[in-house]
């Protein structure tokens, strides 16, 4: 009796282990790993704006609605201090919650030099760089 309720024990277990419900709950399980369907027309909601400036660095960010498809989601921001040259890129990472509605996106910009006026347009991309064809007009901010 005690073997096979060690037995039994065991396999559960194993199972919980295997599908990810030992850890956490059936929904955050399937939430961890699922995508949901892409959006037929992204736009920004909110922003471009700038968020925090210092003479080095800066933070851009934005809202738009949820552009569904892949979980895995990076905020993109092209800049550079010519207006019709925005060559550098700054991008960061973001996991889409399927359950909302809008995504709020939040990039850093580093190795800025101070006293400076930059110009930037924001995008978004998937997990394999393709853009949600969101991007937005040219805006302008100032490092301290």
């Known amino acids: 009796m005690n073997r096979l309720l ?3 024990t065991a396999t559960l277990a194993l199972t919980l282990i295997a599908t990810g419900s030992l850890f956490f709950p059936p929904q955050a399980a399937a939430q961890a ?3 949901s369907k892409q ?3 992204v736009h920004i909601t909110k ?3 700038l968020e925090s400036a210092r003479d080095d660095w800066a933070i851009i960010t ?3 609605n949820n552009p569904g498809g892949s979980d895995e989601h990076f905020g993109v921001v092209h800049y550079g201090t010519d207006p019709k040259n925005l060559s550098q890129t700054a991008k960061s990472h973001i996991r889409l919650n399927p359950g ?3 995504t709020v996106f939040r990039v850093r910009v580093d190795a800025l030099t101070p006293k400076t006026t930059y110009y930037y347009k924001v995008d978004s991309v998937n997990a ?3 853009s949600d064809k969101v991007p937005s007009p040219v ?3 100032r490092t301290d």
């Open 39 to 41: 959006t037929s027309r």
């Open 47 to 49: 922003g471009p704006a």
């Open 128 to 130: 394999s760089g393709a």
């Open 139 to 141: 805006k302008t901010f």
């Open 62 to 64: 934005w809202t738009s």
């Open 100 to 102: 909302h509605s809008y």
């Open 33 to 35: 790993t699922s995508s």
């Open 6 to 8: 060690l037995i039994l």
